[in-house]
């Protein structure tokens, strides 16, 4: 059975389209680093996606406008601001197909992300060798690695909660000497519960992270951090609390880029250790003629969840009582693109497949055969990433915490 969804494209939604379509860049007139300078710039993805089986061995067919985004960055000497505007909310209501992916409540589909992705203030200066920033505002933790928005799939990885920690109010410093650059801050730990959520300001401060960067050499970078996040699944507190680790390393070199990342999250009650999730992911891109061509390929293990009227939806809050089962997805991912200019537009068809598979590793009730009709998956996907004006292309850093910096 094929159902077919096409997202519905309201007034505010074609409005947004137009908007980011037409986003121009707006820059200062000097290349002098003390002088003020202003970027801006846009992105979306008209994007359809095909799951096959998608839930009970039928297939879905359901086509959107994801990562609908609008970046402003500012810089004045040693001041900055960062602003990410995420619009969907507006595109994205009933989640994004995504098998494999969980979080804030969605399951096998992408939530989406608050209005409010970014709103950072940072001030650095340097001396004898030494660099420090300190920032300040709502983003996103110094844990783990870049926003998937990012990098060069169109699809999500599984292990985005395990991987990242974003939109919260973030207190965070940085110092750099030579190579190293180290990294702390704090938090409030609640996960953003809808796209107009800012968080509990009352928590702030309950969690902190660190992260230690080592780059090398110009082309290479490697990454390890740890950050403990009270009750993030319950915003008014005193649920799980998650203990989480990342490592990875990344490469790059003009066209050429390369990463292979290590996350897990141990979930407590109190010094009880509850549960359990780790990932393991590796992704590459390369020009390959006129084509740029990136594969992608994670096993990452996840909560099962109980869903509550919806078999994509699971409950929010949730406790220990309400993990049915843990899964443990394998996914490799292709995906083809080929960049075009429209004037000031960049306009990038691609064409993206995933073959996934899925088996319950906790001996539980939950059945993956039975829920999906099948332990084997297939999703295509095909679309345009269109975007005009400024790149963020290491959406996470901050100041002096950015390698490139």
């Known amino acids: 059975m094929l159902?077919?969804?096409?997202?519905?494209y309201g007034p505010l939604q074609v409005w947004c389209a137009l908007l980011l379509a037409t986003a121009l860049p707006v820059r200062g007139q000097t290349h002098d680093e003390h002088a003020f300078r202003l970027d801006v710039g846009a992105q979306v993805l008209p994007l359809m996606t095909h799951a096959s089986p998608a839930l009970a061995g039928d297939a879905m067919t359901e086509a959107y406008l994801t990562q609908p985004m609008l970046f402003v960055h500012q810089q004045w000497r040693g001041v900055s601001a960062q602003v990410t505007l995420n619009l969907e909310g507006w595109t994205l209501e009933r989640g994004e197909l995504n098998a494999g992916n969980a979080g804030e409540g969605y399951v096998d589909r992408r939530h989406p992300h608050t209005f409010l992705h970014e709103a950072v203030l940072s001030a650095s200066?340097?001396?004898?060798?030494?660099?420090?920033?300190?920032?300040?505002?709502?983003?996103?933790?110094p844990f783990g690695t870049d926003d998937p928005m990012a990098r060069p799939i169109a699809k999500y990885a599984a292990n985005h909660h395990l991987a990242q920690i974003l939109e919260r109010w973030i207190l965070l410093g940085a110092v750099r000497r030579g190579p190293v650059i180290v990294e702390g801050s704090l938090f409030n730990g609640d996960e953003p519960t809808s796209p107009e959520s800012?968080?509990?300001?009352?928590?702030?401060?309950?969690?902190?992270?660190?992260?230690?960067?080592?780059?090398?050499?110009?082309?290479?970078?490697?990454q390890g951090s740890h950050?403990?996040?009270?009750?993030?699944?319950?915003?008014?507190?005193?649920?799980?609390?998650?203990?989480?680790?990342?490592?990875?390393?990344?490469?790059?070199?003009?066209?050429?880029?390369?990463?292979?990342?290590?996350?897990?999250?141990?979930?407590?009650?109190?010094?009880?250790?509850?549960?359990?999730?780790?990932?393991?992911?590796?992704?590459?891109?390369?020009?390959?003629?006129?084509?740029?061509?990136?594969?992608?390929?994670?096993?990452?293990?996840?909560?099962?969840?109980?869903?509550?009227?919806?078999?994509?939806?699971?409950a929010r809050p949730h406790s220990d009582d309400n993990i049915i089962g843990v899964?443990?997805?394998?996914?490799?991912?292709?995906?083809?693109?080929?960049?075009?200019?429209?004037?000031?537009?960049?306009?990038?068809?691609?064409?993206?497949?995933?073959?996934l598979s899925v088996e319950e590793i906790t001996g539980s009730i939950f059945d993956p055969d039975e829920h999906y009709g099948s332990s084997n998956h297939w999703s295509l996907s095909a679309g345009f990433r269109i975007g005009a004006g400024l790149v963020h292309s290491r959406m996470g850093r901050y100041a002096v915490g950015m390698p490139s910096h």
Do not use: Q
């Not at 159902?3 to 519905?8: D, F, L």
């Not at 009880?272 to 003629?289: D, H, K, Y």
């Open 227 to 314: 950050a403990r996040v009270e009750s993030p699944e319950h915003a008014p507190g005193g649920g799980l609390d998650s203990r989480k680790w990342s490592a990875s390393v990344r490469a790059s070199h003009g066209t050429l880029y390369g990463m292979v990342e290590w996350a897990r999250t141990t979930e407590y009650s109190g010094d009880r250790r509850a549960f359990a999730f780790a990932s393991v992911l590796g992704e590459a891109s390369a020009e390959v003629g006129a084509f740029r061509v990136a594969a992608r390929f994670e096993r990452t293990s996840r909560p099962e969840e109980e869903r509550m009227g919806s078999a994509f939806r699971s």
């Open 327 to 355: 899964t443990r997805w394998r996914i490799a991912t292709l995906n083809i693109a080929r960049d075009v200019r429209l004037g000031d537009l960049r306009v990038t068809p691609f064409a993206e497949a995933s073959r």
């Open 125 to 141: 200066a340097a001396r004898g060798g030494w660099s420090g920033s300190v920032a300040a505002g709502r983003g996103f933790v």
């Open 198 to 222: 800012l968080g509990r300001i009352e928590r702030f401060g309950d969690s902190w992270s660190a992260r230690v960067t080592l780059l090398p050499h110009d082309a290479l970078e490697l």
């Open 3 to 8: 159902r077919v969804v096409i997202g519905g």
